[in-house]
């Protein structure tokens, strides 16, 4: 707690993943914090392995917590990810966490929502970032967008690196290199994000979204759209909905002879709170050539792809098929300092509304918070934890 009662601290501790190397909070936004009368309060070395160091934060103004103990008595506790479970691992941020503390963070309350009851029983308040409503006032504030965009791009630079082939057409004296041909599958903004590092490595590449509205979009950034015929199975927000698996199969029907010809593809199909659709079969995998590559952005929701196995690299046929886990926490550094960007305005934005007081009129708040005083208050969360007791 603030030596000035009037003054709430702001707790950034490491994260307990063992998979997770970002932190919340990078130095250069503590300035912003303590503008508006926030403390800053860093567990030692919080920073460290996304590159930033403790010497960074205390120039900045924050002050470093020896250990856990220390940080707890910090009003406001901001993680990148205190929701489902990490590859086995048991959730245990909110052990750390007391009563009437407040909790911002990633929490993955769809998938997980038992997480979210532990929260309530501790009595802490928690708004969860992935809730943010899809308006133009919460655009700085994106956490999904931030990270997706650098997922996208990572999978490209991984799709690069497993390839046998180069992306970018060459003339040499040894003759001309054809360039690779680059299939991604979803244009939200981690495909779309793919589809430009894949054209500026000089990939051909072309790309497919059940929304009609992404054809614009994959055009903006140098891909060629594929049409399959089917109907759009756009959801709220912007967001795929589930369809059916007639569905599903027509579109794996459709999608194969272009899976077939693809030197890459690149998959990113999600839906909020749900398994993610098949879209790659194992058949279609046979028929791809031999060091064909497949990158399954959806592996931590079970994947777009049938042979996806989550944190591993796997070969069906000729292709090589790689199911990568928190792809944002490989890029550290920058990750951290997005996700630190959205974090502050939305402190800023709490800050403004009244903060200790909750401003439940406000969409942003209301929608983001999940737990306070004992209960999980957002009908979600509260419709999935009954369904998964019944």
Do not use: W
Not at 210 to 231: C, H, M, T
Not at 269 to 274: D, I, M, N, Q, S
């Amino acid at each position: 707690m603030s030596a000035d009662p009037s003054l709430l601290t702001v707790g950034v501790p490491k994260e307990t993943s063992g998979h997770e190397r970002r932190v919340a909070l990078v130095p250069a936004d503590v300035r912003s914090l303590k503008k508006v009368g926030f403390e800053v309060l860093v567990e030692t070395n919080a920073g460290l392995t996304a590159g930033f160091l403790d010497t960074q934060y205390t120039q900045q103004g924050a002050r470093i917590a020896a250990d856990r103990a220390e940080l707890a008595s910090a009003e406001i506790i901001l993680h990148v990810r205190a929701g489902a479970a990490d590859l086995g691992q048991p959730f245990a941020v909110g052990e750390s966490l007391r009563e009437n503390q407040i909790l911002v963070a990633m929490c993955d309350p769809l998938s997980d929502p038992q997480p979210i009851a532990a929260l309530a029983d501790r009595r802490v308040t928690t708004f969860a970032l992935e809730l943010l409503p899809r308006i133009t006032r919460a655009q700085s504030m994106d956490v999904l967008s931030s990270m997706a965009t650098i997922a996208g791009y990572k999978a490209v630079v991984l799709a690069a690196e497993a390839s046998p082939r180069m992306f970018p057409m060459m003339m040499t004296a040894a003759g001309t290199l054809t360039p690779a041909k680059v299939f991604v599958v979803g244009a939200g903004v981690a495909g779309l994000q793919a589809i430009s590092t894949a054209r500026r490595l000089g990939a051909i590449v072309y790309a497919y979204d059940v929304r009609p509205a992404a054809r614009e979009q994959i055009q903006s950034v140098g891909g060629k759209p594929v049409d399959f015929g089917l109907e759009s199975a756009e959801g709220q927000g912007g967001y795929a909905r589930a369809m059916d698996q007639d569905y599903y199969k027509r579109q794996q029907a459709a999608m194969a002879k272009v899976v077939a010809e693809s030197d890459v593809v690149i998959t990113t199909a999600a839906v909020p709170g749900k398994r993610a659709p098949i879209l790659i079969t194992n058949d279609m995998l046979m028929g791809m050539s031999p060091g064909s590559v497949v990158v399954d952005l959806a592996a931590e929701r079970g994947g777009n792809c049938e042979a996806t196995k989550a944190g591993e690299t796997v070969e069906m046929g000729g292709a090589v098929v790689i199911g990568p886990v928190n792809l944002p926490a490989t890029v550290a550094h920058h990750a951290s300092q997005m996700f630190s960007r959205n974090v502050t305005a939305f402190l800023l934005l709490l800050k403004k509304s009244g903060l200790p007081a909750l401003d439940t009129q406000d969409e942003i708040v209301r929608d983001t918070l999940i737990t306070r005083d004992g209960r999980v208050v957002n009908p979600q969360i509260r419709e999935r934890l009954a369904a998964s007791v019944s």
